[in-house]
């Protein structure tokens, strides 16, 4: 018998479940995406905001307030890493603060600036 599956809060459902047919498709195994998907439906339930308003402070304090050991930390954040990750590639989030937070790098009062806006302007010609 298997374990009763647990739906995400409605408000993040569509997003999660976009993101895990992504690393399906990314070929990521099937006991993978099990495990990620409950690792973000709990986090979607205790932060009891919608993905877009959660904050990096909200994140550091609801990871800061768990009890894990070292590997399922790690888990957790590798999964919200992710899935911040790709709403932020696939522009449904602007997510950077919240990806590097996760990531145990916040920022300190410098703006993010993508990669990409810098190499153009490297290129262009000097006025």
Request: proline share 6%.
């Amino acid at each position: 018998m298997g374990m009763k599956r647990t739906p995400p809060p409605a408000s993040w459902a569509e997003d999660i479940n976009d993101w895990l047919e992504s690393l399906k498709a990314a070929g990521l195994s099937d006991e993978t995406v099990r495990c990620r998907r409950c690792k973000m439906t709990k986090a979607a339930r205790d932060l009891a905001k919608t993905p877009l308003e959660v904050t990096a402070e909200d994140m550091v304090h609801w990871m800061a307030a768990q009890k894990w050991k070292p590997e399922s930390r790690k888990g957790y954040r590798n999964t919200l890493s992710s899935f911040y990750g790709w709403m932020h590639a696939t522009g449904r989030r602007a997510a950077r603060y919240l990806v590097d937070a996760i990531d145990g790098n916040p920022h300190h009062g410098v703006d993010y600036v993508p990669c990409h806006l810098i190499q153009r302007e490297s290129t262009l010609p000097l006025d």
